[in-house]
């Protein structure tokens, strides 16, 4: 019975290794253009700390909710070239807003703290709605354009 439960559980582990892997992968390669951005960007030690923050914050919540973990609709596999432009723009939004936010709040505050909590939230509440917001694109770009 032991040997059961020890499989599924490192069946689980293993599923939610690959969907975090994975995102983490797409998040970081799809925001690159953002990343150029950000090396130019004033106050580097604020900017690096809320970005990385971002970035793993954003690659965990993306392999949670796309592994259903928490279920907030359909998320689009890693190689769905489909919805790949919109991804990579929506996560780049991400990553870019709430480094802003998180750089923005750290230097109100003069502490480095706001720069961690602040993109952390930020970032998991602007991708809970991707789902809702991919829908509304797909169904946007089959609609009969009003011309026509």
Same mark, same amino acid.
């Given at each position: 019975?032991?040997?059961?439960?020890? =499989?599924t *559980?490192?069946? !689980?582990?293993? !599923?939610?290794?690959?969907?975090?892997?994975?995102?983490?992968?797409?998040?970081?390669?799809?925001?690159?253009?953002?990343?150029? /951005?950000?090396?130019?960007?004033?106050?580097?030690a604020?900017?690096? /700390?809320?970005?990385?923050?971002? /970035?793993?914050?954003?690659?965990?919540a993306?392999?949670?909710? @796309?592994? !259903?973990?928490?279920?907030v609709? *359909?998320?689009?596999k &890693?190689?769905?070239?489909?919805?790949? &432009?919109? =991804?990579?723009?929506?996560?780049?939004?991400?990553?870019?807003? %709430?480094?802003?936010?998180?750089?923005?709040?750290?230097? %109100?505050?003069?502490?480095?703290? &706001?720069?961690?909590? $602040?993109?952390? $939230? /930020?970032? $998991?509440? $602007?991708?809970?709605?991707?789902?809702?917001?991919?829908? =509304?694109?797909? @169904?946007?770009?089959?609609?009969? &354009? %009003?011309? %026509?």
């Amino acid at each position: 019975m032991a040997e059961g439960s020890n =499989r599924t *559980w490192i069946q !689980r582990l293993d !599923r939610f290794l690959d969907y975090t892997f994975f995102a983490a992968m797409e998040v970081n390669v799809l925001v690159i253009p953002v990343l150029w /951005l950000l090396l130019v960007a004033a106050h580097p030690a604020e900017v690096s /700390l809320s970005a990385m923050t971002t /970035l793993s914050v954003a690659s965990l919540a993306v392999g949670i909710l @796309r592994g !259903r973990y928490v279920d907030v609709g *359909w998320w689009p596999k &890693p190689g769905h070239l489909a919805t790949l &432009p919109v =991804r990579a723009a929506y996560y780049g939004v991400v990553v870019g807003v %709430a480094t802003y936010v998180g750089v923005a709040v750290q230097l %109100a505050t003069g502490s480095p703290w &706001p720069g961690i909590g $602040v993109p952390a $939230v /930020l970032s $998991v509440l $602007v991708l809970l709605p991707f789902p809702w917001f991919l829908s =509304r694109f797909e @169904r946007l770009a089959k609609a009969q &354009p %009003a011309w %026509a």
